[in-house]
C-alpha cells in the first residue's frame, strides 16, 4: 500500500517506529500531487523543498531519540487564507497576489511545533467567499470523483487534496459552511468547532463574528487529532475561550438522542433526503434514538446569514488599498479616491457583489431594516437550538441539501448559489460546532451527514460522528 | 424598484470600486435580486426578541507592545526616502 494513502495516526506511528523516513512519506505525496494535480487543482502554492528539508530535520530528531510531538510527520494542506510566515498567503485574489506574511498563524504555530509539514497552500473562492471554489482566480478546484463537478466551497481546495490523497489532512476555515461543504462534496470529515474554541489569529477575515478555522480528514479520527492541537486560548485573539486546553479522544460510546431536522431534509434533493434517512436507520441500529425535529426559524437563517457576512465583509476588506502590499501598480499620477477605485476594481466579481451588498444593508436608514433584523434572527435561532439540546444529544441532517453540480451550473445566479448554505449557516449564526462525515452515494455521488451540536460539546458530537463512522464505513477517496 | 442603478453606482464610489458600465448593469440586476431576498427579514415578528449578544468570558488580551515587522516583508516597490509611497492627497 502506498504511503499517501495512510492516516494521521498511521504517519506518526511508521515514522517514530522508523518504517518508513518522514522524508519518504512527503516525497511520496509530492509525487502523488505532480500526477493527480492536473486534474483536481487543490493547490495554488506549493511547499515543496521547505517541506523536503522540514522532513529530513524531523527524521533527524528521530534518529537522535528526540521528542517528535503528536502529528510528526503529518502533511498539512493549508487554506490560502491563513497566514503561514515567508510563503505566499493570496486568499486566491489580485489584491494578495503577492502577500508574504511576517508571521505564522496562532494555528500554523502550533501545528508545526507538533510536528506537521505544510506541504502547500489550497485553493479557496477568493477570500473565502463561495461554495464551489469556482470564484479563485487560480481556477475552480475540481471534485476528484467527477473532475467535471464542483469540489465545494470555499475550502475546496482542502476537501479536494485530502480526497485527493494529496496531503494527510488540511486546514479550511468556515464562515457559512466553506468546511462542511466541500467535505460534504468529496466524501471526507469537515469540522466546524464552536466559536472560540480555535484562534483566528493570521486568519485573513472575512465576517469575524461567524468564522472559525476548521480541520478537514479522511478520518473522525485525523480531524480529532489535529483539533486537538490547534484548539485553546490564545492572548493574540480575545474571542477564544479563556479555560484550559480541551482534549477530545474517541470514544466508543452508545445510547444517543439524535433530532433529525426536518426542515433540512424536506429541502433537500429526493436522493440527498434519502441518504440522510439511511444514516437515521443506521445510528438506530447502533442504539441511538433518532426523532423527527423542528427547527422553524432556519427558513430566515440565510436572509440573516448573507445580512451579517455581507456587512462584516464589506467592512473587513475596506483596508485593501494596494499601498503596502498588493500587486504592481504606481501610484504615480493617480489622486487618492482614483487610485483606490481604480486597484480595488480588482477584486473578484463575487468579492465585489458582498461589498456592495454589505454596503446597501450597513447604509445610514437601513441599519435596523436589516443588520439589527438579522442579528435577532440570530437570537430566535439560538434560542430554538438550546430549546432542542435540552431534549437531544446532537441535530442531524443532510450537510448539502444538493448533489455536487457541474463546474459553471451556478455562476452567473449569485442568489441561487447562496440558496445551498441553507443547512449550514445555522452553526455560524448560533456559533455551535457541526462536523460532516461521509453518509454514502446518490448517484455516485458523495453526500454528507452533519452533525450539529451544543456549544463546546465537541466531544459528543465527535463521539456520535465516529459511531456512524464505524457503522457506515463510506468510501473516502476515489480512483484518480 | 427595491435598488436602482443609480444606488450601486454611488455606494461603488462610497466602497471605492471601479465598476465599467456592463458590470454596473449586471450587479444592479443581481443585488436588486439579492436585496429583494434579505427583504424577508422584514416580515418576522421579532418586537419581542431580544439581538444576540455574547455573554462568555473572553481571553486575557496580550500585551499592547510594538512588534518589529522589517519592512522587506511589505509587498510594494513604490518608496521614497525610507517611506511607502501613496496617491497624491490634494
Not at chain 1, 225 to 250: C, F, Q, R, W
Not at chain 1, 291 to 319: F, G, W
Amino acid at each position: 500500500m502506498p504511503l499517501y494513502t495512510l492516516e494521521a495516526g498511521q504517519v506518526v506511528e511508521g515514522i517514530k517506529n522508523r518504517e518508513f523516513s518522514a522524508e519518504e512519506y512527503i516525497s511520496q505525496l509530492l509525487g502523488r500531487i505532480e500526477k493527480v494535480e492536473p486534474k483536481v487543482n487543490a493547490f495554488v502554492t506549493l511547499n515543496k523543498e521547505e517541506g523536503l528539508n522540514r522532513a529530513r530535520m524531523l527524521d533527524k530528531k528521530i534518529r537522535d531519540g528526540e521528542q517528535s510531538g503528536p502529528l510528526a510527520g503529518v502533511a498539512l494542506s493549508i487554506k490560502d487564507n491563513i497566514c503561514t510566515k515567508g510563503m505566499k498567503t493570496t486568499c486566491a485574489s489580485k489584491m494578495l497576489e503577492s502577500y508574504i506574511p511576517a508571521y505564522d498563524a496562532t494555528v500554523i504555530k502550533r501545528l508545526m511545533s507538533a510536528g506537521a509539514i505544510i506541504i502547500g497552500k489550497a485553493n479557496l473562492d477568493e477570500f473565502a467567499m463561495g461554495s464551489t471554489t469556482e470564484f479563485s482566480r487560480h481556477g475552480p478546484t475540481r471534485n476528484p470523483w467527477d473532475i467535471s463537478r464542483v469540489s465545494g466551497g470555499s475550502s475546496g481546495g482542502s476537501a479536494a487534496s485530502v480526497a485527493a490523497l494529496e496531503c494527510t489532512a488540511s486546514l479550511g476555515s468556515d464562515t457559512g459552511g466553506s468546511v462542511r461543504c466541500p467535505a460534504s462534496f468529496c466524501s471526507v470529515v469537515g469540522l466546524k468547532p464552536t466559536y472560540g474554541l480555535v484562534s483566528r489569529f493570521g486568519l485573513v477575515s472575512y465576517a469575524n463574528s461567524l468564522e472559525q478555522i476548521g480541520p478537514v480528514g479522511r478520518t473522525v479520527s485525523d480531524v480529532v487529532s489535529i483539533l486537538n492541537v490547534i484548539a485553546g486560548s490564545d492572548e493574540n485573539d480575545h474571542t477564544t475561550i479563556n479555560s484550559n486546553k480541551p482534549t477530545y479522544s474517541l470514544q466508543e460510546r452508545k445510547g444517543f438522542r439524535a433530532g433529525l431536522v426536518m426542515e433540512f431534509t424536506e429541502g433537500a434533493d429526493p436522493g440527498v433526503s434519502k441518504m440522510i434517512y439511511n444514516a437515521a436507520d443506521t445510528l438506530e441500529k447502533q442504539g441511538c434514538k433518532c426523532e423527527e425535529v423542528s427547527l422553524p426559524s432556519v427558513q430566515y437563517a440565510l436572509a440573516s446569514y448573507y445580512t451579517i457576512a455581507t456587512a462584516e465583509a464589506s467592512s473587513n476588506l475596506a483596508r485593501y488599498d494596494n499601498i503596502r502590499y498588493g500587486f504592481d501598480m504606481n501610484p504615480e499620477g493617480y489622486e487618492w479616491n482614483s487610485y483606490f477605485a481604480k486597484a480595488r476594481s480588482n477584486f473578484g466579481e463575487e468579492a465585489k457583489r458582498r461589498i456592495i451588498v454589505g454596503s446597501y444593508v450597513l447604509s445610514s436608514g437601513y441599519y435596523g431594516k436589516y443588520y439589527l433584523k438579522a442579528h435577532q434572527v440570530r437570537s430566535l435561532l439560538k434560542h430554538e437550538m438550546e430549546t432542542l439540546f435540552k431534549r437531544y444529544d446532537v441535530l442531524i441532517g443532510p450537510t448539502m441539501p444538493i448533489l455536487p453540480f457541474k463546474i459553471g451550473e451556478r455562476i452567473d445566479d449569485p442568489l441561487k448559489m447562496y440558496l445551498v448554505d441553507i443547512d449550514t449557516v445555522v452553526a455560524n449564526l448560533t456559533g455551535m460546532p457541526a462536523i460532516s462525515v461521509p453518509a454514502g452515494f446518490a448517484d455516485g455521488l458523495p453526500v454528507g451527514l452533519q452533525i450539529m451540536a451544543d456549544q463546546f460539546a465537541e466531544q459528543t458530537m465527535l463521539d456520535i460522528a465516529y459511531l456512524f463512522e464505524q457503522a457506515a464505513k463510506v468510501q473516502r477517496s476515489p480512483e484518480l | 424598484m427595491v435598488v436602482t442603478r443609480e444606488e450601486v453606482k454611488h455606494l461603488g464610489w462610497l466602497a471605492k470600486l471601479e465598476m465599467s458600465d456592463a458590470e454596473l448593469q449586471r450587479y444592479t440586476a443581481q443585488i436588486e435580486e439579492i436585496i429583494s431576498y434579505l427583504n424577508m427579514l422584514n416580515t418576522i415578528p421579532l418586537e419581542q426578541v431580544k439581538p444576540i449578544a455574547m455573554k462568555k468570558k473572553f481571553s486575557e488580551l496580550r500585551k499592547d507592545a510594538p512588534e518589529n515587522f522589517e519592512d522587506a516583508v511589505l509587498g510594494t516597490r513604490y518608496r521614497k526616502d525610507g517611506f511607502v509611497k501613496g496617491p497624491r492627497m490634494v
